[in-house]
T-cell receptor
Framework: DTEVTQTPKHLVMGMTNKKSLKCEQH?????MYWYKQKAKKPPELMFV???????INESVPSRFSPECPNSSLLNLHLHALQPEDSALYLC?????????????FGSGTRLTVV | GQNIDQPTEMTATEGAIVQINCTYQ??????LFWYQQHAGEAPTFLSY????GLEEKGRFSSFLSRSKGYSYLLLKELQMKDSASYLC?????????????FGAGTTVTVRA
């Protein structure tokens, strides 16, 4: 298995809703990432987990809450989002946080906040 | 930021060659990746350079000059399916943290 799987592929949520994005990989990678990508913009790093511990938080608002329950799973909990949070959310993984062996990206969750 | 710059758009004809340039801030440089991304899809890995020189992979080649903070991606024998955004991504190391940062992407349109 050489993939990063993200669910759901599409999500529409209201500003008062609570939802979660899920990411899974079975490549034995010990680093996992969340990126946010707005239309026609580059992916922007949000969080990095290394060995299931949060190592980088790029000053992301607290309405986004990451969780890494085990080495294969990465969640992003969403609460009280704003319409400007609508974007493609990409999960990625690498063998180590150094990324020396490259990064594998999931196909993303297209989030729309209404 | 890491000042990763690449052209916004390029257009070329099927069968032709296109070169996409990327410049970046050299401080903390630790490797450069090129990704292809079709609209609404995940970036897919094309190439990786960490030492100076040319890496060739089929129709795609990538070049790196670390002293100049410069890379290019060369796409040969263009096909219609090559129409996509091409992202230059640089891995930087700062205070023992590695970060992968992306340029804004170059949209390549291949015309028949």
């Amino acid at each position: 298995d050489t993939e990063v799987t993200q669910t759901p592929k599409h999500l529409v949520m209201g500003m008062t809703n609570k939802k979660s994005l899920k990411c899974e990989q079975h490549m034995g990678h010990r680093a996992m990432y969340w990126y946010k990508q707005k239309a026609k913009k580059p992916p922007e790093l949000m969080f990095v987990y290394s060995y299931e511990k949060l190592s980088i938080n790029e000053s992301v608002p607290s309405r986004f809450s990451p969780e890494c329950p085990n080495s294969s799973l990465l969640n992003l909990h969403l609460h009280a989002l704003q319409p400007e949070d609508s974007a493609l959310y990409l999960c990625a993984s690498s063998q180590e946080a150094s990324g020396l062996s490259g990064y594998t990206f999931g196909s993303g969750t297209r989030l729309t906040v209404v | 930021g890491q000042n990763i710059d690449q052209p916004t758009e390029m257009t070329a004809t099927e069968g032709a060659i296109v070169q996409i340039n990327c410049t970046y801030q050299t401080s903390g440089f630790n490797g450069l990746f090129w990704y292809q991304q079709h609209a609404g899809e995940a970036p897919t890995f094309l190439s990786y350079n960490v030492l100076d020189g040319l890496e060739e992979k089929g129709r795609f080649s990538s070049f790196l000059s670390r002293s100049k903070g410069y890379s290019y991606l060369l796409l040969k024998e263009l096909q219609m399916k090559d129409s996509a955004s091409y992202l230059c991504a640089v891995r930087f190391i700062r205070s023992n943290d590695y970060k992968l940062s992306f340029g804004a992407g170059t949209t390549v349109t291949v015309r028949a």
